[in-house]
């Protein structure tokens, strides 16, 4: 019984420390941030920055694809993206009604400290954790993505 009640505790502490998790990463989607002199930039917009990519364009419907978001959400995205001057619409030489986007200097600037963003955040995970620790977060991770994709 003992045992019992000892696992129920485990996984209730880990219920509260994953919900605990969900708020804070609700928290941090909903704050702006500055990403080099690009001015304040929302994780929306930020992330939609990181999947047009840093070289070359991407057709608008490709874009929607890859953020696994509709057409007219990744179409308000691109014309507030565009009001900060982060990225340009040209026609796709193809087919006139495709239009293809892709990153102004600006919004290069804005990639690169996103991306450089990262790689402090994972620099300060890495001095905190052994290298086996580093490994199971990182299974724990991706089994958690697996298991929210469903």
Request: proline fraction near 3%.
């Amino acid at each position: 019984m003992n045992n019992n009640r000892s696992q129920s505790d485990a996984m209730n502490s880990g219920s509260r420390s994953l919900g605990r998790l969900f708020l804070q990463l609700k928290r941090l989607e909903r704050q702006p941030q500055n990403f080099g002199n690009a001015g304040a930039i929302t994780p929306s917009e930020i992330h939609t920055i990181e999947g047009i990519g840093y070289d070359g364009a991407i057709l608008m419907n490709e874009l929607a694809t890859r953020l696994g978001v509709t057409k007219g959400a990744v179409s308000q995205l691109i014309v507030r993206l565009e009001a900060k001057h982060l990225v340009t619409r040209s026609p796709y030489p193809h087919d006139s009604r495709a239009t293809l986007i892709s990153l102004t200097e600006k919004g290069k600037e804005a990639y690169k400290a996103h991306e450089e963003m990262h790689i402090q955040f994972y620099d300060q995970l890495r001095s905190q954790l052994s290298q086996q620790e580093i490994e199971i977060f990182e299974k724990c991770i991706e089994k958690l993505n697996d298991v929210l994709q469903q």
